[in-house]
């Protein structure tokens, strides 16, 4: 969108679009011609960033500050950049891939009563979080996950990861948990190092149902 060209209404009825002969008219239609390319000429003088904004507003090239809410409907908003201040905007694949964003908040590796959480125990999660569970030699089963809507996960849940089996390697797991359900991690290993970090804040570390 460029800027406006000043108006030329050539003595033209704006309605039939036929020429006008009647000198009073004319007169007229020259004066509101003037005024209207004053109008247009003022905007374009303006310091305040308005007619910048307009000007801009095409091509988004410069800094647009919005004084109202936008309503996107469906659409989307595409090719945002990683943030690097505290209201940036993030994208799914950023989010993805610090799934501690939102809240800031670092692992932790103990429950609600501060014991540290363990294999074959069911836990119910007081918000959404992330939990990851490892071993820290090679094991030739893999960590399997269940999240539930019972304390019971791996009786009655859904098995949502299995990752890592093999003589040679470690086994490593982590899935999502979403408020108020129950999650439990089985193994044979003796030792399982499990974390849990919270997504969204609130709601404290998961309680331990045995």
Known sequence: MGRPAALNIDNTDVVSGNEIQSASWVARMDALESKINAIITDMLSQTDGSAQ??????T?????????????????????????AAQDAVTLAYLQANPAVLTGDDPVSVDSGSDPMLKAHAYKAQTLGMVTAWTNTNSVSAIKGYVGTT??????????GENGSGSSIKSFVSFLVAKDKYFELTHSAAVV??????????GGNPIDQD
């Open 151 to 160: 304390n019971d996960p791996a009786g009655a849940g859904v098995q949502v």
């Open 193 to 202: 190092n499990i974390t849990w970090t919270p997504i969204v804040a609130g």
């Open 60 to 84: 988004m090239s410069g800094i647009l500050t919005m004084g109202a809410a936008i309503a996107l409907g469906t659409n989307k908003i595409t090719g945002l950049g990683d943030p690097s």
């Open 53 to 58: 904004a307009i000007a801009s507003a095409a």
